[in-house]
């Protein structure tokens, strides 16, 4: 059934080179996410003003109209009715199923339903003229080259996320993001509608809902890490009409796009608070958020609370046909609960172990009233806490434990981790990129996800729907910026959630996506291209150091400097390794045809004493942290100041860690120096002590511990004195550091009573 991709993608440029009519111009494009199976056929099939289609309109209303209507606004070719390009009705294929035949003389779509001759259009699409996107094409006839598609996806949920809370966007704008999931056969669009920052979905029974909790007096600048906080003063906000959310669902509909509306509670409900302060435990009056993080205010579990969130989804349940309503569950710190004599006194009157216990009562009893509107809730990993409401599925976003713990109680999860699936965390290590919240997740990361965590048996698999990317908008105010970070992690992910995982390629989705980079400019999407750039790699062989360099695509070349000045086309050509052994300053970049593609890249080295020198940790980092391994940490490399998540950067999930540096020959050492990201909205925590044992030439030890601190900044710097008077000749053969975990996370942090992250830095000796 699999046929060869590779040689059909080869072939595929052959074919654009070999018709030697020069009347015929197959113009070569791309597909993604690439199907199942195609076979490439050495012939063409000609779209003109005689071309007739024919489909039952009864079966395929909205994939045949989808496809007369794309090609006539995109060729102004009409089509007429005939046979040339005919729908058949194949009901052994599975619902999302299809096949494409493209023959000299026919094109025949089969598919089971609509939706599966949706997809078959989608890739007739992706096969045609990328011109037509945009109406551009201004030529009579089309060429389609001929080929045989049998095609079907891997996973059933196949999703895009999009915070409209922190940031608002237009009309347009959501079903532009539609569109990119239709294109990309994506099927499920989570819409996350309510905020701590701004409520944005009209509720008619609650106008203070439109006039107050839509709107913020203000907005942090810049990052919540830089401190002092400072606002623009401006007033934000806005909400979504029924009307408009009827329109973008119908528009959702006529794409098989699915849209789940998140709801949350009990937590980010400050907005809906600052509009009803009786909904809070205290009654006091808050105001809707100016600044970004978790708040204490959350809803209080009264009957007033619920009759108010029963009023609620009752206007959301009419708005929405799909099956699904999220209700959140996440980040919702108890402090308030604890301190409540009617929250208190529920836990006692329903027997309940604590606040958790309280959360799960409140989504149950939240669950049983959204199934009998004849819905299912999807919530949060948090929602596992304090026991599961019993139709509930789990969204895992905290790394995949939340994902194993559901599907081992038989309950479906859609996968989310924060590893592989937030779009808001940067995408380069370039340092121009623009602000964003931190993190590190390049494309190729995305594109490597696994969406079944490998703890799972045969058995528990089939609870895993599919998984989505995340888009949350703290630092994204513009719908360019929502462009620029989800294009094109949205497209790998499209190919994550499609293909069998044994048949994805990363190489060739870099190809193929060098060539749709067209069809999402015809689409006007602001999308980030980081293909030419330049991926550095220490390498440390036998204690000598080497510098490579790669870039993602193929035909191009690399040329660089290690004096710290700018590449040009004449700078010394890339052809292997680099040795390293002193301080310095790569600049590279991509060359083709003498002209430069891409950024500068730019790497300083430290050649400092313990590079070369072998390391071991005793305990592994967490398999999404693990950047280039201990070696990593004295590889003369330090992290990025903004992307914990680097190959520079080891993140360990609450453990306690020991590192241990073992030198070939003593050394005289004087200074010892690290650091580690301190994002406590990212749950990472620096240590506050780290203790240290040298051992010596002489085979003595020397014990020793700092206390670390001020922890008010992103990174908490280590910097150690080896207090050795210098006539001693201390020779140094190991160096042990000891690194407790900060512990649990507190009260009124972020993540409070989980456990806190370390992410360690490059060990600078020298
Ligand atoms: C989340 O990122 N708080 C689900
Ligand atoms: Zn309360």
């Given at each position: 059934m699999h046929l060869n991709r590779f040689l059909s993608v080869l072939f595929l440029t052959l074919v654009v080179f070999r018709c030697s009519n020069p009347n015929v111009f197959i113009e070569e494009t791309a597909l993604i996410p690439i199907p199942q199976s195609i076979e490439i056929k050495d012939s063409y099939f000609k779209i003109n003003s005689n071309t007739g289609v024919r489909y039952d309109n009864s079966i395929f209303k909205i994939s045949g109209p989808f496809l007369k209507t794309f090609i006539k606004e995109g060729s102004g070719i009409d089509l007429m009715e005939g046979n040339d390009v005919v729908f058949y009705n194949k009901p052994q294929l599975a619902h999302e199923a299809y096949e494409l035949d493209i023959a000299p003389s026919k094109i025949s779509i089969s598919a089971s339903s609509d939706q599966g001759a949706f997809y078959a259009i989608q890739t007739l699409r992706q096969i045609l003229p990328v011109a037509l996107e945009n109406g551009t094409y201004g030529k009579t006839e089309l060429f389609l080259k001929c080929q045989t598609i049998a095609d079907a996806p891997q996973f059933e949920y196949r999703g895009m996320h999009l915070d409209v809370g922190r940031h608002m966007y237009s009309v347009d704008f959501i079903k532009k993001y539609i569109d990119a999931l239709a294109l990309l056969k994506m099927n499920t669009f989570h819409w996350h509608l309510t905020e701590d920052q701004g409520w944005r979905i009209e509720i008619k029974k609650y106008p203070k809902l439109q006039e107050v909790a839509a709107y913020r007096k203000e907005t942090l600048v810049g990052?919540?890490?830089?401190?002092p906080h400072q606002f623009d003063g401006e007033s934000y906000g806005g909400f979504y009409t029924q009307e408009q959310i009827k329109d973008i669902v119908a528009y959702a509909q006529e794409r098989f796009v699915t849209i789940i509306p998140e709801i949350e509670m009990p937590g980010h409900s400050q907005a809906a608070i600052a509009a009803y302060p009786q909904l809070g435990c205290t009654g006091n009056n808050v105001e809707v958020?100016?600044?970004w993080g978790v708040f204490e205010e959350i809803y209080c579990p009264k009957e007033s609370t619920f009759q108010f969130l029963e009023d609620v989804i009752d206007e959301v349940v009419a708005l929405f046909p799909g099956k699904y309503i999220h209700i959140g569950g996440d980040e919702a710190p108890k402090t308030r609960w604890k301190n409540c004599s009617h929250c208190q006194q529920l836990i006692k009157e329903k027997d309940l172990k604590d606040e958790h216990g309280l959360q799960s009562y409140f989504i149950a009893r939240m669950e049983r009233y959204i199934n009998s509107k004849g819905k299912q809730i999807i919530g949060w990993d948090e929602i596992l806490e304090g026991g599961l409401a019993p139709n509930a599925t789990v969204m895992s976003w905290r790394g995949t434990e939340g994902a194993v713990a559901a599907a081992r109680q038989h309950h479906n999860v859609v996968m989310t981790p924060t590893s592989h699936?937030?779009?808001?965390?940067?995408?380069?290590?370039?340092?121009?990129?623009?602000?964003?919240?931190?993190g590190f997740l390049p494309l190729e990361k995305v594109y490597q996800f696994?969406?079944?965590?490998?703890?799972?048996?045969e058995g528990e698999r089939k609870y895993v729907l599919g998984a989505q990317g995340n888009v949350w908008t703290e630092?994204?105010?513009t719908e360019s910026q929502v462009e620029y970070m989800a294009f094109p992690r949205m497209l790998a992910m499209s190919e994550v959630l499609w293909l069998d995982a044994d048949q994805k390629n990363y190489k060739d989705f870099v190809k193929r996506l060098e060539l749709f980079h067209k069809r999402l400019e015809a689409l006007d999407f602001n999308y980030a291209n980081h293909l030419y750039e330049i991926d550095g790699d220490m390498k440390i062989e036998n204690g000598e150091a080497f510098y490579e360099l790669k870039t993602q695509t193929d035909g191009k070349s690399i040329r660089y400097t290690l004096d710290g000045s700018e590449p040009n086309p004449n700078s010394v050509l890339y052809s292997g390794p680099i040795p390293i052994t002193k301080n310095a300053v790569v600049k590279a970049a991509v060359f083709k045809d003498g002209e430069q593609h891409g950024r500068v890249f730019s790497q300083r080295i430290n050649f400092h004493k313990a590079v070369g020198a072998s390391i071991s940790i005793d305990k592994k980092p967490h398999k999404a942290y693990q950047g280039s391994g201990a070696q990593g940490l004295i590889n003369g490399i330090s992290g990025s100041d903004k992307r914990f998540g680097d190959k520079e950067w080891l993140g360990f999930w609450g453990e306690d860690i020991v590192i241990t540096m073992d030198f070939e020959e003593g050394k005289s050492i004087n200074t010892i120096t690290t650091r580690f990201h301190n994002g406590n909205g990212q749950w990472i925590y620096a240590p506050k002590e780290v203790s240290y044992e040298f051992l010596l030439e002489d085979g003595s030890y020397v014990s020793d511990k700092r206390n670390l601190g001020p922890f008010d900044k992103t990174h908490v710097k280590l910097d150690y004195d080896f207090n050795t008077p210098k006539t001693m000749d201390i020779k140094v053969k190991s160096i042990i550091l000891k690194i407790p975990n900060y512990g649990m996370i507190p009260e009124g942090k972020q993540g409070a009573g989980n456990k806190a992250w370390t992410f360690i830095d490059e060990i600078i000796v020298n």
């Open positions: 990052h919540y890490n830089d401190q958020a100016t600044k699936c937030y779009f808001d965390y940067y995408q380069s290590e370039n340092d121009e990129e623009p602000l964003a919240i931190g696994n969406p079944i965590p490998e703890e799972l048996t630092y994204m105010p």
